[in-house]
DNA sequence: GTTAGCAGTCCTATGATTAGAGTGCTAACA
DNA sequence: TGTTAGCACTCTAATCATAGGACTGCTAAC
């Protein structure tokens, strides 16, 4: 059986009003909604075929239809080929004013969950690929060590660490001079044995420290994947969907969100699988039990691979029910990607507002 | 009408059984439950009495009596009486070896949330006690200034500030010790109007740039009451109580988990009403409506006021439902005091462990 | 003061019934 | 051959009535 034209709109009708009433649709419904001006009848066959070609699924034998999850996904695709450029409402971010990248962040995923009536979650951007401009060491207190790590796109990282040695402060001073002399200018790819070992024959007496140094900066810029920082809004949003609603399920969910040890695997999932599917902007659909979500098995999963400049790179999302509005959230991402894009982009010098 | 012996212990088993089940208790289970040995006619001629006086409350005519807020209040303020100081089962916090506040903080919060099975928070402290050790300013761009604030207990914070004028090195380092000359050692109370003016009026031609920097020391400082971060863990823990389980009051709550501006406003609340009941370990307990939680209505608090040495005191809760397991909770709060008392009291040096 | 017993109340669970929505099939039609 | 009308059938969800159970309050007896 082929998937013609007629079945095409009939299956996307399905597909729409299902979205739009979370209730099994039925042929009486099809044939006035739709323009095609068929009987009921004539519907009622088109579906059988449709059900039998695995798109559409009967919860029950006297219920309507709705989508499987083969279902979803034609109508994904079809949407993701459509390159309708027409502007969403300009999601008013000010992300020129923010200024600490953390405010971004959260203002971002506060945004897209606000518009989508989603979950929305963001992850702090991977810095190994940031350079480190330069680095600053301090004493707050006796065998104690406060280093501050500064990277391209004003990215400050501190920590406070503990050393076997006391250093008076033209130590502290020299020896950190002597980590910038080595480590200004780099990333994360860039710091090899060989820069390390020079380092820290220069130290002197006081390799220990400088080792100990090293180690933290290493640690502190490779923070990537697992212990990346993820940002969530809308968790509750959840609770809007009947069909997430089971308590269990809803708690399973929001814990989730909550926890975020399950979304930043499902952040490193995703961004492995990034461009596997190239082009479309970066955007990404997961339906069901597909890909990373294998375990929300009634959610849906649109994500896509943001860029700050600088190489700040990370990853944003939005989890709903299977029937999510994807054109709208699709839009909306596309939309915020393009502004991301233009505020952020290469030549832009807007690179003020993080910190 | 009088509250004899007989009839607080009928009270006290009504509520402890209530606690349990969550259903309303009838007389024939008093009389099987207690030790009074009473038909249940006269446990019913009692409950009459308890009813008119306030204490319990009976949803519909045929069912059994469930406590009223007034009864909580009085099954809580006789918990709080009983100084038994039995030991709860050691909760093994890892707290000398975490090294960072936050982590600190974020691990109390998830015990307390795990230990309770209910929604918990802690407030970060608040850092207008808090002297400065040192102040360290650095340029990490044009036009942009680098501000590092290093307080007792090594809390660090930092800020991208943006200024008029660009700086030479020397001009920067200048500046930095004229600044740390005016500051260090000061609380934000230490701050006034004349200490400013004198660091201003070192600065020379740079006096703009020093204002800036002041006025952004002290916004960091005062991030008091309204900006205090606040750690929060198990808010789906409110999905497990059925009473709560309604979808709206469920959402509404564990939004506002999720948002933190209410716990924000109910922190600094509960501030305010610090040692108002003195005693008692400063654990407060509100009941449905009471005090700050008047938008929860079906829930309790029940909070303490915590100190990690150093001056650093913040508050931390636990909110549930209003047939909480107080004794439970009152015991794992009272035992986390403690502890922290211990690991963080003024004569530890146990001090390390914050940045 | 305590208790047994009984009538009365109200909730809840259960089952039966019904209305409605939707299908599949057949037969007629263009 | 594709489309449609119509009908029998199925299954769900809502409604209703009924019965059972859990309590209470009251009265009368101990």
Redesign the interface.
């Known amino acids: 059986m082929e998937l013609d034209a007629r079945k095409i709109i009939i299956l996307k009708t399905i597909i729409k009003n299902y979205l739009e009433t979370g209730e099994p649709v039925g042929s009486r419904t099809i044939s006035k909604y739709s323009e095609l001006n068929l009987s009921s009848a004539t519907i009622r066959n088109e579906m059988s075929d449709l059900e039998e070609m695995g798109y559409i699924i009967q919860p029950h034998t006297s219920a309507g239809r709705i989508p499987s999850d083969k279902g979803y996904r034609f109508y994904v695709d079809s949407i993701m080929k459509e390159s309708d450029d027409r502007v969403n409402e300009v999601t008013e971010l000010m992300v020129k004013k923010v200024?600490?990248l953390e405010m971004l962040l959260k203002n971002l995923v506060k945004h897209l969950a606000l518009d989508t009536n989603y979950a929305a979650l963001i992850s702090a951007p991977a810095l190994s690929e940031n350079k480190i401009?330069?680095v600053?060491l301090?004493q707050?207190?006796e065998k104690?060590l406060?280093l501050?790590l500064?990277l391209e796109g004003?990215i400050?990282k501190?920590?406070?660490l503990?050393i076997d040695e006391d250093l008076d402060m033209e130590t502290v001073l020299n020896l950190t001079i002597v980590i910038n002399n080595h480590f200004s200018g780099l990333s994360l790819n860039d710091i090899t044995g060989t820069v390390v070992k020079e380092a820290v024959n220069q130290a002197g007496r006081h390799r220990q420290t400088v080792e100990t140094v090293i180690d933290a900066m290493i640690d502190m810029m490779a923070a990537g994947e697992e212990t990346r920082d993820i940002y969530?809004?809308?968790?509750?949003n959840i609770?809007?969907y009947p069909e997430l609603?089971d308590?269990k399920k809803?708690?399973a969910l929001?814990?989730a969100f909550?926890e975020k040890d399950a979304l930043k695997k499902l952040v490193s999932e995703v961004t492995s699988d990034e461009a596997a599917d190239g082009g479309h902007n970066n955007l990404q659909v997961y339906i069901g039990g597909e890909g990373p979500i294998q375990n929300m098995k009634d959610c849906s999963l649109v994500t896509a691979n943001y860029e700050l400049g600088d190489g700040l790179r990370g990853v944003i999302g939005v989890i709903g029910p299977k029937r999510m509005d994807y054109e709208k959230v699709l839009g909306t991402m596309k939309n915020l990607m393009e502004q991301l894009d233009k505020t952020f982009g290469k030549d832009s010098d807007n690179?003020?507002g993080k910190?």
Chains 1, 2 share one sequence.
């Open positions: 200024d600490k401009k330069y600053q301090s707050p207190g104690k406060l501050i500064v004003n400050i501190n920590e406070i503990t969530t809004s809308g968790a509750t609770l809007k609603t308590t809803a708690a929001i814990s909550e690179k003020e910190g």
